[in-house]
T-cell receptor
């Protein structure tokens, strides 16, 4: 069964303290791995798509990487406005477009 | 920047009543989706829609649910007879070739 596991569930960081969020996946034939940011009571906001092992994408303080079994979201020198839940989702074989989400990592950055 | 919009933002209904949740996808997108998120849980896929028909649906999407694209801009989710367990955030998403963009959600509360 296709599955996505994110860790840690929650992460508290001091402003400027860099860290990484993990997304492990088991899926038969990965089409794409997606990172979203979700603020409380809001919809998921797209951040990155990764398609193949070794690929990296960057946006401001965020960098996403992908291996054959997991993806990491690296946050460099975070600011309080980076506080949110970060969701990982995978898209499986070619006959489906549905996204399979993990439970997310709730990030809090304190000044 | 184009975005997915949803109305209403919050819907309160009595158990057994019918509700219709509305979405306006991004205008040049061809693929449409509904997901839901029960409080504290994962985002779950409900249904995908392409070329005026359902392309895939999950086990959750039973006979109580239906989707429709009544005109060139709106995409709706109808729940015929709501149950307490239907209380959740419902997200509409649309995509072009790859990335799914989500709306802000409708919070459905069934009393």
């Amino acid at each position: 069964e296709d599955q996505v596991t994110q860790s840690p569930e929650a992460l508290r960081l001091q402003e400027g303290e860099s860290s990484s969020l993990n997304c492990s996946y088991t899926v038969s034939g990965l089409r794409g791995l997606f990172w979203y940011r979700q603020d409380p009571g809001k919809g998921p906001e797209f951040l990155f798509t990764l398609y193949s092992a070794g690929e990296e994408k960057e946006k401001e303080r965020l960098k996403a990487t992908l291996t054959k079994k997991e993806s990491f979201l690296h946050i460099t020198a975070p600011k309080p406005e980076d506080s949110a839940t970060y969701l990982c989702a995978v898209q499986a074989p070619r006959n489906t477009d549905k996204l399979i989400f993990g439970t997310g990592t709730r990030l809090q950055v304190f000044p | 920047e184009p975005e997915v919009t949803q109305t209403p933002s919050h819907q309160v209904t009595q158990m057994g009543q019918e509700v219709i949740l509305r979405c306006v996808p991004i205008s040049n997108h061809l693929y449409f989706y509904w997901y839901r998120q029960i409080l504290g849980q994962k985002v779950e896929f409900l249904v995908s829609f392409y070329n005026n028909e359902i392309s895939e649906k999950s086990e959750i999407f039973d006979d109580q649910f239906s989707v429709e694209r009544p005109d060139g801009s709106n995409f709706t989710l109808k729940i015929r007879s709501t149950k307490l367990e239907d209380s959740a955030m419902y997200f509409c998403a649309s995509s072009g070739p790859t990335t799914q963009y989500f709306g802000p959600g409708t919070r459905l509360t069934v009393l």
